[in-house]
């Protein structure tokens, strides 16, 4: 296999290594190591700089669209893709790679980088005994397969193809989710829900509330599931697909499992709360849970889908320190029944489409990454296929 190394496949490497730019509450996106996960950065935990010093600061080059990024520490070797044309800054641990396109397709590229070829390549050459970490120089020098050009681009159109879909669905998620979060914003948070005009508004802890309503600690509405354990690759392996709940990820979402690892029925919506990072999302299929995530439902028959919303709420307004004790401390107005129930029966079809699309997309992780490094490596070759090649400029 013809392999180079990435200074000589690179025609623009940018870093800045050891540097953090002032942070501000909005302006420009700050791209960390930690929002890089899966060849997608993420949309939680996000950091900015302001528009005077983003012009300051990006001397060194600016990021353009289908530009890598690749983390050097904490973790080593996540690669991202830049997907949109949108101004990012680059912060410390995270270096920008574009292809010579005359040597390398810079799909081809991004996906190289992830196949587990190059990966080993990163390892062997990084330092540190806590945390591994890789100097630019030894970055430089790690092998990258290089097939024929054409070969390249038939290979990067197949797996960009799934990172096409999986972007697309998230981002259909996501506006699904806004649409159940506006339904209860405007419901329970602003009290215009149907038959509202009828209602009289009286007081309570949390100021005025409509008549019927109650004001409740989050303790009071929740019950604390047993929390599962975290499954080893070899666990993974002898008990099939496993879902495996880790507050790392973005989406929480690893492997399927038969049985799950809870004391609900497995046909029962439960809600997860990744502590010290406020992620929260309604599982419907079986799971295991790796650390810090809680795991609970609703007591007296709460709607799961009202709960839900009702404790995210807090997470949103950062009503506390990120710790399942204080957020469950805190209090919420809990509708009527009739409400609730009203509730549930509008938004319990949009989690029934998140889900079913959260899947599609674990689907298409699975078969990508099996598919990576047969084709990388060469052991599925493409080359006489007819593919239908597209480019990204």
């Known amino acids: 296999m013809l392999t180079k190394t990435i200074e000589e496949v690179t025609e623009i490497l940018i870093d800045y290594r050891g540097k953090t730019p002032p942070k501000t509450s909005c302006g420009v996106k700050l791209i960390t190591a930690k929002i890089i996960k ?63 396109p005359q040597v390398i397709n810079q799909q081809y590229y991004f996906q190289a980088l992830k196949s587990s070829f190059v990966q080993a390549g990163l390892q062997m050459r990084a330092t540190g005994t806590t945390v591994a970490g890789i100097k630019q120089s030894e970055l430089r020098q790690v092998e990258i397969p290089l097939p024929p050009l054409p070969t390249q681009h038939k290979i990067a159109a197949i797996l960009s193809a799934y990172d096409d879909l999986i972007e697309n669905n998230t981002h259909r998620i996501k506006i699904l989710e806004e649409m ?17 005009e009828g209602v009289e508004m009286v007081e309570s802890e949390l100021g005025l509330i ?40 973005d989406d929480f979402l690893g492997f399927h499992d038969n049985e799950p690892d809870h004391d609900a029925s497995p046909t029962d919506p439960i809600i997860i ?3 010290h990072t406020c992620k929260m999302q309604l599982m419907i299929t079986p799971f295991s849970l790796g650390p810090n995530v809680v795991p609970f439902i609703g007591k007296d028959e709460m709607p799961i889908s009202y709960l839900f919303f009702g404790v995210s709420n807090l997470v949103e307004t950062r009503e506390y320190k990120r710790h399942w004790t204080e957020l469950t401390n805190k209090e919420v107005a809990i509708g009527d029944p009739e409400t609730r129930e009203r509730f549930s029966e509008f938004t319990t079809p949009i989690f029934e489409q998140i889900e079913a699309l959260r899947q599609k997309n674990q689907n298409l992780r699975q078969t990508r990454d099996l598919l990576l490094p047969k084709l990388i490596s060469g052991e599925i070759d493409v080359s006489d296929l007819d593919i239908d090649i597209y480019g990204k400029e």
């Open 38 to 100: 899966d060849g997608f950065v993420q949309n939680n935990n996000l950091e900015y700089i302001s528009e005077g010093t983003y012009e300051t600061w990006m001397r060194r080059g600016m990021p353009r669209r289908w530009d890598i990024l690749i983390t050097t520490e904490a973790p080593l070797g996540e690669v991202a893709q830049l997907r949109t044309t949108e101004k990012i800054a680059l912060a410390q641990r995270v270096i920008l790679l574009r292809g010579n």
């Open 180 to 196: 159940a979060q506006a339904i209860y914003r405007q419901w329970f948070v602003e009290f215009r829900f149907p038959g509202h």
């Open 210 to 249: 409509p008549q019927g309503w109650e004001a409740k600690k989050v303790k009071e509405i929740v019950k604390r599931l047993k929390a599962g354990q975290t499954y080893r690759q070899t666990d993974v392996e002898s008990a099939g697909k496993v879902i495996v709940v880790d507050q790392s990820r």
């Open 273 to 275: 709360f990744g502590d």
